[in-house]
């Protein structure tokens, strides 16, 4: 079946550090990717999502790239600030016209102190 | 647009007790579903629905009902509630084609103590 596998947390980070989480998935055909941000006490955010084989996905700073031959859509980010401290979960959707389910990692804490 | 509403905010039941926690949605999505969040295990998909009259289960269903009678609406059915269900419950909803496929919209959660 489908399952996706990311980096352990909580990882902690002072303002301006360079963040990398790791995410890897299995899954046949393309997937789709999605990083999902969650702050604390509200519910799931989209982050940044890619489609297809070497996309880039990007907002608000955030990148990750879609990696068929690693399996792989880590997600980086050259600054962080406080406030990007949350949970992010890394998630694919399996390919396929009528499949609309998404696939969650565990999801990793991060918190950036000032 | 309201987005995707969900109530109540925190619940606590005692085990056997049945309620229903409420998600709506106004984005004329057909897609809804329904997930627990428990720590260490991130989101697990409980029921779904791709549109009214439809509904199939997820990868967590015991203890679980739901109906989907309208586009808007989908509750979750808790009828006999045990400690094992006390989770944090996510309601989300998407479209099924163009750009409303990508990207689903979640709920603010409920938090839901069974004793």
């Known amino acids: 079946g489908n399952s996706v596998t990311q980096m352990e947390g909580p990882v902690t980070l002072s303002e301006e550090a360079f963040l990398t989480i790791n995410c890897t998935y299995t899954?046949?055909?393309?997937?789709?990717l999605f990083w999902y941000v969650q702050y604390p006490g509200e519910g799931l955010q989209l982050l940044l999502k890619?489609?297809?084989?070497?996309d880039k996905g990007s907002n608000k700073g955030f990148e990750a790239t879609y990696r068929k031959e690693t399996t792989s859509f880590h997600l980086e980010k050259g600054s962080v600030q406080v406030s990007d401290s949350a949970v992010y979960f890394c998630?694919?959707?399996?390919?396929?016209?009528?499949?609309?389910?998404?696939?969650f990692g565990k999801g990793t804490l991060l918190t950036v102190n000032p | 647009n309201a987005g995707v509403t969900q109530t109540p905010k925190f619940q606590v039941l005692k085990t056997g007790q049945s309620m229903t926690l409420q998600c709506a949605q106004d984005?004329?999505?057909?897609?809804m579903s329904w997930y627990r969040q428990d720590p260490g295990m991130g989101l697990r998909l409980i029921h779904y629905?791709?549109?009214?009259?439809?509904?199939d289960q997820g990868e967590v269903p015991n203890g679980y009902n739901v109906s989907r009678s309208t586009t808007e609406d989908f509750p979750l059915r808790l009828l006999s509630a045990a400690p094992s269900q006390t989770s944090v419950y996510f309601c989300?909803?998407?479209?099924?084609?163009?750009?409303?496929?990508?990207?689903?919209?979640f709920g603010p959660g409920t938090r839901l103590t069974v004793l």
């Open positions: 989300a909803s998407s479209g099924v084609r163009g750009l409303d496929y990508n990207e689903q919209f």
């Open positions: 899954a046949t055909g393309y997937p789709s």
């Open positions: 890619a489609t297809k084989a070497d």
């Open positions: 998630a694919l959707r399996a390919s396929g016209g009528s499949n609309y389910k998404l696939t």
């Open positions: 984005m004329n999505h057909e897609y």
């Open positions: 629905s791709v549109g009214a009259g439809i509904t």
